[in-house]
């Protein structure tokens, strides 16, 4: 196992953005894709100060990016953000280049993740949000048991209609109790 990097897969890793990286991360957060996939502000290109002020965030929060482990290049981002301590909850995203996407990044990116979030972090809810459009990213969620708990309708307007904001929730407890089970079906 690579100790160097911060959170270790078969095949990524998850670390801080290195200054020589930046420049490819907005890249990746700036494409057609992404933006859309992923965005629900209007889909202008950020800049390189904004997302320099998107990594500068403090902890518990985290920004971290996804590093293919062979090639050492990164290939995405993922966040933790809006930690709440007091009511013990945070939300996370996930941007993946499209390069990448289809490849196990996202299963992996978020077995690592997941693992940090309730090993490390007083955390019992982990929320995300998607666009009902968003079929890969919501077969991700429903993957790790993520339970849909409501859905804003016609919430935000891409490619000329409107469409729903799907939110869905993982508590603590669902989390482990996959763990358990994802044990005991390999003994």
Not at 144 to 159: A, M, S
Request: aromatic share 12%.
């Amino acid at each position: 196992m690579d100790t160097k990097n911060y959170l270790v897969g078969e095949t990524i890793y998850l670390d801080r953005v290195k200054e020589e990286d930046i420049d490819e991360l907005l890249s990746i957060e700036n494409s057609y894709a992404t933006k859309f996939l992923a965005d629900d502000e209007l889909p202008y290109p950020q800049t390189r100060e904004e997302l320099e002020n998107t990594l500068a965030v403090e902890s518990p929060n985290q920004f971290l990016g996804i590093y293919n482990s062979e090639r050492r290049e990164i290939i995405g981002s993922v966040a933790v953000f809006n930690v709440n301590l007091v009511h013990s909850n945070c939300e996370i995203g996930l941007s993946i280049s499209e390069y990448w996407q289809g490849e196990g990044v996202g299963t992996e990116t978020f077995e690592l993740i997941l693992g940090h979030i309730f090993n490390n972090l007083p955390v019992n809810k982990i929320k995300v949000e998607v666009f009902d459009f968003n079929e890969p990213a919501i077969k991700l969620y429903e993957k790790f048991n993520f339970h849909l708990d409501g859905r804003l309708r016609q919430e935000i307007f891409r490619f000329g209609e409107y469409h729903d904001l799907l939110e869905y929730s993982l508590l603590r407890e669902e989390y482990e109790a996959n763990l358990v089970s994802t044990d005991d079906d390999l003994n």
